[in-house]
């Protein structure tokens, strides 16, 4: 297996920090770049840890190397509305947590009134526990079963289904 591209993003921004996809960048990383970080690679199915870019990254102290062994294009298929060709920040869209694989996701307020998010996703469903959850009420897109619970002093929790 030949390691013709890679971009390495930032996992809470998305923002990318190294895009290789022309393999015309030569960047020296800094000391200790990786260390404690959580870091996720993809690429062609069968993927292993004797990769060498696995290999380089657990070596330089990661908090965790995971890889997906099925591969990019079989995460594509199954989540086509998360991959981009683009390494612009402006392409990056966040999504809620998945918690059972196209059942059931937890998110904030942004999630459950974001409509394309919603419908790339198939939610139907939106639970929300909130101090002031009838905020939400108008937001909420057309179509879309919706359940407020008040509870004093809590933060934002929204389950979306």
Known sequence: M??????????????ALLDYSKAEYHTRWSDRVWEGRYVYVYGDAG????????????????AAVKYLKEGYLAFEKSYPFL????????SIKLYPSQIIAGQLYLGDWSHAENS????ELGVKHIVTIHNHPENLRSKVPKGT????FSLPLCLCIVVLA
Do not use: D, M, Q, Y
Not at 2 to 15: D, N, Q, V
Not at 49 to 57: R, T
Not at 83 to 90: E, G, Y
Not at 116 to 119: D, M, V
């Open 145 to 148: 079963r919706w359940l407020p």
């Open 83 to 90: 991959c981009t060709t683009s390494v612009k920040a402006n």
């Open 47 to 62: 993927l292993s840890k004797s990769h060498k870019v696995i290999e380089f990254l657990s070596a330089a102290g990661c």
């Open 2 to 15: 030949s390691l013709k591209a890679f971009c390495i993003r930032h996992a809470s921004t998305g923002r």
């Open 116 to 119: 394309e998010r919603l419908h």
